[in-house]
């Protein structure tokens, strides 16, 4: 089991992959969204926004009005980042939970 700050920090490093790209950035330009993601096995929660294309304000604590909200244990959000699993088939297999509508399930599979 990963700690609290491992998954704070592998958070912080998914948004730096994120601005990184420029792909990424050019495909949520425009989209504005609160994220919140709940890690199960540690029973806590962060926070933040996607704003001017970037994953940005990533904060301890939960946003309980967040319009997308994902739900991972720790060792699989670290083995995400890290490249070492792939979201679709982690999601496929219930893995990784997202609650979010439709279109931003859409959007954000181009970038995941």
């Given at each position: 089991m990963a700690t609290?700050?491992?998954?704070?920090?592998?958070?912080?490093?998914?948004?730096a992959n994120l601005?990184?790209?420029?792909?990424?950035?050019?495909?949520?330009t425009g989209f504005?969204?609160?994220?919140a993601c709940d890690i199960t096995d540690l029973n806590v929660s962060f926070?933040?926004?996607?704003?001017g294309g970037k994953l940005v304000g990533i904060t301890d604590g939960d946003e309980p009005d967040a319009e997308?909200?994902?739900i991972v244990?720790?060792?699989?959000?670290?083995?995400?980042?890290?490249?070492?699993?792939?979201f679709m088939k982690a999601f496929t297999?219930?893995?990784?939970?997202?609650?979010?509508?439709?279109?931003d399930l859409m959007k954000l599979r181009g970038v995941l």
């Open positions: 609290v700050d491992e998954c704070r920090t592998a958070l912080e490093q998914f948004a601005a990184a790209n420029p792909k990424s950035v050019r495909k949520l504005q969204r609160t994220l926070h933040g926004r996607f704003d997308i909200r994902m244990s720790s060792d699989d959000l670290l083995e995400l980042v890290d490249g070492d699993l792939d297999a219930g893995r990784v939970k997202i609650k979010a509508n439709m279109m």
